[in-house]
């Protein structure tokens, strides 16, 4: 028996995505001609109120267009220290873009208005140019911690107010969504770009998509070209996507009650502490000494549960639609009979 709390990308098409798959209609996706992704792009940009959309292999990849897009070289962006940006895309705002990265520490992963206001550089010609701020929501390193509408709309005013672009990383922002019931038409156009990924709590085996003004993402499918992400009967995958959205979002607060009953087992054990204080499908936790990490993982693992060090003390276990009720109430009684 193997239970992977791992990561929510570890999820596998369920028959009815299977079957999408199989019947997709395909074309040639670099001319423009494949029908699944267009309706794919399509309904992605209508649900978050944008003008239009690129599917692309990754959300690294379109996190990145995005910086591309956004900035030119010898700008900084602006970014919490826990960002996916900052930790998990090997400097490619560096590599591609020509940038420099100004780590903020935020609150929880989270920024605001008067922490990025700190960042701005002068005008001078020795400092780099401020010219746009990521946010990540919610943030996997912080743990899963995720800004409500409200707080995505003080920073956009301020960032509009203050002349710098704004990019989304919502790698998870439906766990967002579902949390905090706002509309996603009216997220969209708080961003000059959003990146959303369909492989994670949404099930889809590959994707992200790219989201903007229809200029920008004629632009940035050029950048994806040159990146190497141009794509012919992708299709087969949009269609996954397609099946992702209009199946699997709703089903995310089912994820969200499952680390949740993680969470409360975890409290009754002595070797746990800072239990990060998150409401999505993330579970983040330290282990107190002479428990660390790789110790704490690798009794579970012998259990059959699968998770993974964060950190020298720091543990993550992440709910997905493949862990069902069973498993967690099997995951709850082997913390409970370990003998920490």
């Not at 591309?68 to 400097?91: G, K, Q, W």
């Not at 922490?115 to 140019?129: F, V």
């Not at 990019?167 to 996603?184: P, T």
């Not at 632009?219 to 070209?225: C, L, P, S, Y």
């Amino acid at each position: 028996m193997k239970i992977n709390l791992i990561s929510d990308t570890v999820t596998l098409p369920c028959e009815g995505m299977k079957k999408a798959m199989i019947t997709a209609e395909l074309g040639d996706d670099v001319f423009k001609t494949d029908p699944t992704i267009v309706k794919l792009e399509a309904h992605a940009a209508e649900m978050f109120g944008m003008e239009s959309a690129l599917f692309c292999p990754s959300g690294t990849m379109t996190n990145q267009i995005a910086i591309n897009l956004l900035t030119r070289p010898m700008d900084e962006l602006i970014c919490d220290e826990n960002s996916h940006v900052f930790h998990y895309e090997n400097a490619a705002y560096a590599r591609h873009s020509g940038v420099g990265l100004y780590a903020l520490k935020g609150k929880n992963g989270k920024l605001s208005p008067k922490l990025i206001e700190s960042a701005i550089r002068p005008l001078t010609d020795w400092y780099p140019r401020s010219s746009l701020v990521v946010i990540e929501n919610s943030c996997n390193k912080a743990g899963g911690t995720h800004y409500s509408l409200e707080e995505m709309k003080a920073l956009s005013e301020y960032c509009r107010e203050k002349g710098l672009a704004i990019h989304l990383d919502g790698a998870r922002i439906f766990n967002v969504q579902v949390e905090e019931n706002f509309s996603l038409s009216e997220l969209g156009p708080l961003f000059d770009t959003v990146s959303i990924c369909l492989s994670k709590g949404l099930g889809a085996p590959v994707g992200s998509l790219l989201l903007g003004k229809s200029q920008q993402i004629d632009e940035a499918r050029r950048i994806r070209k040159a990146m190497g992400g141009g794509m012919r009967q992708s299709g087969i995958l949009a269609a996954a996507g397609i099946f992702a959205l209009e199946n699997n979002i709703e089903r995310l607060t089912q994820d969200h009650h499952h680390a949740n009953l993680l969470k409360g087992a975890l409290a009754k054990l002595g070797t746990v502490e800072n239990i990060r204080d998150a409401r999505t499908n993330i579970v983040m936790f330290d282990v107190r000494p002479p428990m660390n990490a790789d110790l704490f993982t690798k009794s579970l693992e012998e259990c059959g549960i699968l998770c993974t060090a964060f950190g020298p003390n720091t543990v993550r276990m992440v709910t997905h639609k493949d862990i069902s009720t069973e498993d967690i109430h099997y995951c709850v009684q082997k913390l409970e009979k370990i003998h920490w």
